[in-house]
């Protein structure tokens, strides 16, 4: 059955459908050839039952902040106070669009949207300081990679919806694991200002930087309500969701005084297309899983596993393969939808820890977005900068090989993505 399901997707793939149909003609077909005897009405009702969640409440309202925050005042200040800290430094300007990328991250959970937010900004900067247009594409479109790991991360809500997997520790790994990334990532930036002697910004004094501070207190406020909320227990990951948008909208209302209601219904409307796009990839995939799940897909994979000795060290290095290759032709949802679910009680059975195996489906995810021929970043940032896709491909080489790298030490290093977990909620 799963041969069928993936000749018949990489069909749809190559003549061009709309994911939607690459996930729901196979799960459709299933179901015709596979399981007739099963109700018409019960298929619907297991399509839409699937989505049918309160953890999955929290990706509308994140997204809608993270437009909010695209649109506004927010993601300018929250950028304006890392570079105040860090521009000073040779290659300031780089480390800038990570920190920056982190920062929006922490409030909108979305690469893409992070892509397109700071293109806009720091673009053009990181040009007049010296950097070339390669390295700055590059950088631009694999720094909002981390926005997937530095919770709140919608990738780790699904992940966590189709697991059963604690949102908070993933949370809490994510952040670790993004922290990794970052620092991989600033390793290139300093060796390219070194090689090509990259001007820095003129060192802040300590009154402009409490300045860049007050600037942003308003801004900070968005990622200390989500991360404290979580992490403080005062708020479920949802709820810190709901009030994310609710004190944006305020913010950008009635301080910055930068939202009308022209703009602000035209942000709901943009935010809801891409929620809607979004729950119906989950209603397919949802119910591609469940027939997996009901073909005893997961049991014949550990079964072949078993039967030719493979173990843990096998079993990660083919999941890594198959999310890389998966990467490259589909979207990060539809990879995690179709993948996770054959894959993940296998990692069980293994022994393998599901929060450390979120952190490898993730980053994998996150590396797929930035790897041609279809990475999805590449071209969100081509549509917002204007630029050929092949100059952005050109300049993502090196990101790519600092991820794999971190990818490989992430794999094969659990306890860097369980430290955090572990220290906040305990082993």
């Keep these: 059955m799963l041969f069928i399901v993936i000749i018949l997707a990489v069909i749809l793939l190559i003549a061009g459908f709309e994911m939607l149909l690459v996930l729901g003609i196979p799960a459709l077909a299933t179901k015709m050839i596979f399981y007739g005897s099963m109700p018409d009405l019960a298929f619907i009702q297991k399509t839409l039952g699937g989505i049918n969640h309160t953890t999955l409440l929290a990706i509308p309202f994140f997204i809608f902040a993270a437009h909010l925050m695209g649109s506004g005042q927010i993601a300018g200040r929250l950028t304006g106070l890392v570079r105040a800290l860090v521009g000073h430094a040779r290659g300031g300007m780089g480390y800038t669009v990570i920190g920056g990328s982190m920062a929006f991250g922490s409030v909108s959970g979305s690469a893409p949207a992070t892509v397109a937010a700071m293109g806009r900004m720091v673009y053009p900067e990181m040009r007049s300081v010296g950097f070339s247009e390669k390295f700055s594409l590059g950088l631009l479109v694999a720094s909002a990679e981390t926005a997937i790991l530095i919770p709140p991360s919608i990738t ?9 997997s604690s949102i908070g520790r993933l949370f809490a790994g994510g952040l670790a694991v993004g922290l990794v990334l ?3 990532f600033a390793i290139l930036v300093k060796l390219e200002a070194k090689r090509n002697g990259v001007k820095s910004f003129q060192r802040t004094t300590s009154g402009e930087k409490l300045k860049a501070f007050k600037d942003a207190g308003w801004s900070l406020g968005m990622p200390v309500i989500i991360l ?3 992490y403080g227990g005062i708020f479920t990951p949802t709820e810190a969701a709901a009030v994310s948008v609710v004190y944006a909208i305020l913010i950008e209302a009635f301080i910055y005084k930068n939202l009308g209601f022209a703009k602000l219904v035209e942000i709901t409307e943009r935010s809801a297309i891409s929620t809607a796009t979004i729950f119906i990839l989950l209603a397919m995939g949802g119910v591609l899983s469940f027939f997996i799940t009901l ?3 997961p049991t014949h994979i550990s079964d072949f ?5 493979a173990g843990v060290i096998t079993f990660l290095l083919a999941v890594n393969v198959c999310f890389l290759i ?3 032709f589909i979207d990060p949802n539809s990879a995690l939808l179709i993948l996770v679910p054959p894959l993940f009680p296998v990692a069980m059975a293994l022994g393998i820890d599901p929060i450390h195996f979120g952190m490898i489906v993730t980053l994998n995810i996150g590396m797929g977005m930035i790897t041609p021929p279809f990475g999805l970043d590449i071209f969100v940032a081509s549509s917002t900068l204007n630029k050929p896709v092949m100059s952005i491909i050109k300049g993502v080489w090196p990101f790519v090989i600092a991820n794999i790298i971190v990818l490989m030490i992430i794999t094969y290093v659990p306890s860097i993505s369980l430290f955090i977990p572990n220290l ?3 082993p």
């Design 182 to 184: 970052g620092l991989a």
């Design 424 to 426: 906040i909620f305990g």
């Design 156 to 164: 780790l809500i699904i992940y966590g919806w189709m697991t059963g």
């Design 228 to 230: 404290g909320g979580i």
């Design 326 to 328: 998966a990467g490259m």
């Design 305 to 309: 596993l078993t039967s030719i000795d």
């Design 295 to 297: 073909a005893q897909v």
